[in-house]
């Protein structure tokens, strides 16, 4: 099982980036999604989550009506579009895929928001 993440990058408080998380070795469709973060100097966090079939999500407070996340299940892949990004959602940016007790995690993407 594999999750690659990628999009990151350093982008101006008030911009957007989109990151993507790639899924191989795993019956994608079977799995929940989240996205988490990791702050400098701070514990990881959950950002956003979709059920197996994208029908249904959930935010932490800090990025509603911010960020959405969104998955194709054709395409193995998950997204987390943000959007307003302020220099408070600096972190390393994780997925991971949970389905019982399977439990898998990326490597991370880093995301900057500096001017």
Known sequence: VQLVESGGGLVQPGGSLRLSCAASGLTFSRYV???????PGKGRELVAAITRAGDSSIYADSVKCRF??????????????MNKLKPGDTAVYFCQAI????????KGTQVTVSS
């Open 68 to 81: 959405t996340i969104s998955r194709d299940n054709a395409d193995n892949t998950v997204y987390l579009q």
């Open 99 to 106: 389905n019982g007790q399977d439990n898998c995690w990326g």
């Open 33 to 39: 999604m989240n996205w988490h973060r990791q702050p």
